[in-house]
T-cell receptor, first 115, second 116 residues
């Protein structure tokens, strides 16, 4: 169990550029989640996948955001035409269906800075 | 999920017990109390959870009041590495596909600073 891996750890981009982040969950976990965290706040739910199906998207996920999990394994989160307000830590987490009550395992996140 | 209230920050001396309170007066009968912590520049880490009985694991103890309206996370011998933001979350435990109880709703948490 190598944990949840996120790449890159840091990304600095110019406003208007597109960025893509990758998340590799724990291999036997069929659920994958994306959260966003801004400075001084707790993480906020963005979206989640069960296997390859994206089952819910938060209202925080504007049309510029798209997430995929094509083979039910790794996931990508793309932000198009980035804005300064997109600057945040993007966290990925995974869990099993009916894992029980122990909750998720989070990755260390990708910190995005839009300049 | 029920809302929780935590102090913004707390200090603790190294080697002493850290007692972190959480109020969750609107908790429902089927909602568990979860604690996570987030060390700087890392993702949240699961600590412990409970329904109504007190719980203990290798990291911490969780004391839930009889009316379940509040709880306390206890780190028995705090170390400098326990400095982190601690989040108290209440949610239905079972990760059913049909409901929305897979989400974690974080507040701002408590910043615990362990001092040497």
């Amino acid at each position: 169990d190598t944990g949840v891996s996120q790449n890159p750890r840091h990304k600095i981009t110019k406003r208007g550029q597109n960025v893509t982040f990758r998340c590799d969950p724990i291999s036997e976990h069929n659920r994958l989640y994306w959260y966003r965290q801004t400075l001084g706040q707790g993480p906020e739910f963005l979206t989640y996948f069960q296997n390859e199906a994206q089952l819910e998207k938060s209202r925080l996920l504007s049309d510029r955001f798209s997430a995929e999990r094509p083979k039910g394994s790794f996931s990508t989160l793309e932000i198009q035409r980035t804005e300064q307000g997109d600057s945040a830590m993007y966290l990925c987490a995974s869990s099993r269906i009916r894992q029980g009550t122990n909750g998720y395992t989070f990755g260390s996140g990708t910190r995005l800075t839009v300049v | 999920d029920a809302k929780t209230t935590q102090p913004t920050s707390m200090d603790c001396a190294e080697g002493r017990a850290a007692n972190l309170p959480c109020n969750h007066s609107t908790i429902s009968g089927n909602e568990y109390v979860y604690w996570y912590r987030q060390i700087h520049s890392q993702g949240p880490q699961y600590i412990i959870h409970g329904l109504k009985n007190n719980e203990t694991n290798e990291m911490a103890s969780l004391i839930i009041t009889e009316d379940r309206k509040s709880s306390t996370l206890i780190l028995p011998h705090a170390t400098l590495r326990d400095t982190a933001v601690y989040y108290c979350i209440v949610r239905v435990a079972r990760l059913n596909s049909g409901g929305s109880n897979y989400k974690l709703t974080f507040g701002k948490g408590t910043l615990l600073t362990v001092n040497p």
